[in-house]
Nanobody, 114 residues
Framework: VQLVESGGGLVQPGGSLRLSCAASGFPFRVYGLSWYRQAPGKGREWVASISSTGGTTNYVDSVKGRFTISGDNAKNTVDLRMNSLKPEDTAVYYC????????WGQGTQVTVSS
């Protein structure tokens, strides 16, 4: 199982970023995936999830209406579109899937600052 995140960077408050998670090593269409984040000095926080069919998505309250999770079964990718970014969104963002055990990518840094 391999998860590789990309798309992080530095953005001003109110800006947008699109994170992508490329998955391999397991039947992508069978498993739902999630995004988590970890801010400096804090624990890892669940951000959003998408079901294996893509028909169900869920978000932590703090990102509802600003973030959108989506999947592409043809490309084996799950994206996280982030709009109206705030300084408190600054964190390392991780893609995650449970295949026999919890699997994590290496993370991608998102910094929201003026």
């Amino acid at each position: 199982v391999q998860l590789v995140e990309s798309g992080g960077g530095l953005v001003q408050p109110g800006g947008s970023l699109r994170l992508s998670c490329a998955a391999s090593g397991f039947p992508f269409r069978v498993y739902g995936l999630s995004w988590y984040r970890q801010a400096p000095g804090k624990g890892r926080e669940w951000v959003a999830s998408i079901s294996s069919t893509g028909g169900t998505t869920n978000y932590v309250d703090s990102v509802k209406g600003r973030f959108t999770i989506s999947g592409d079964n043809a490309k084996n990718t799950v994206d996280l579109r982030m709009n109206s970014l705030k300084p408190e969104d600054t964190a390392v963002y991780y893609c995650s899937v449970v295949v026999l055990q919890v699997r994590w990518g290496q993370g991608t840094q998102v910094t929201v600052s003026s």
